[in-house]
């Protein structure tokens, strides 16, 4: 392991006024979104799709994309592999790895994430296809009864294995135990949640000898349930989630890289912006977004050639928006003056 380089890669992954795309959808979720427009998944299609996006002007603020297996050995329609446009951006290409998630035996409505068998094989396969980096998102969903410590627990030692192999293979972990909004909990309920997840993971992170320095940590942000009927103010979700975040995350982290869960685009450049607006902490805040990145410029491509210079303009004004928020500096204002 090359702690320097992991170092440096995980802080290039975080550098002010850039941020992460989630462009890993799997073959089943991107079913999901080109339904809602329109447009029959084919391999070509998603191709097409992904490669607008990485050849558009927003890819200035973005530092990293992850990828899907898919994704990474795909090449453009001019025959350049997707992970080389990438970088040909001046962004870092990474993929992810986990295998998605299964039920846990005798825990009704909880699931692990698996794939860590022939994990290390795959690292050395996805490092030679270009990826500096990988992604492994554990899922906690808050309801009646749950989550149970083991279900946290269980998918916390899953994570910390996934990063020390990332690491011992030069790759940078993105850590992702994501606390769902789905359901009608309160803010103080997904505190409650988080917080048991992070200190469960930095122990489980401890106890696998996992280095700190080189790895970013995708977090949910403190938000009250979708169902809720008492929603928060941009203020107080920002406030919950920094205390949350120094409550649990060691200095050492580099950065944190928030995934977006669902919620709006507006909320998830806001809340973020927010944060740092109101001092950040030790590491830094910035997006690891794949919806709140990608609604609007879908929506704008809708499957059709004529509209990728729509599609192209709606993802570079979405990105430049966050690239202002993760270093504070974005307004309401601003958001209306640049649409
Ligand atoms: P969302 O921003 O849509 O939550 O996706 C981020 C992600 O990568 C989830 O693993």
Known sequence: MDLAELNKVANAMVAPGRGVLAADESAGTCKKRFDAIGVESTEENRRDYRE?????KGMANISGVILFDETIRQRAKDGTPLAKIIEQA?????IKVDKGTKPIPFYPEEVITEGLDGLRERLVEYRGLGAMFCKWRAVIDIGPGIPSYYCVKANADALARYAALCQDENLVPIVEPEVLMDGDHDIDRCYQITELALKALFHELYLARVKLEGMVLKPN???PGKKSAKQASVDEVAEKTLRVLKECVPAAVPGIAFLSGGQSDLDATARLNAMNRMGGGPWKITFSYS?????APQKAWSGKVENVPAAQAAFTHRAAMNGLASMGKWS???EKKAA
């Open 332 to 334: 309401p204002e601003l």
């Open 90 to 94: 001046g962004s870092l290409p990474g």
């Open 52 to 56: 607008l996006l990485f050849r558009s």
């Open 291 to 295: 919806r709140a990145l990608q609604a």
């Open 221 to 223: 942000m403190v938000v």
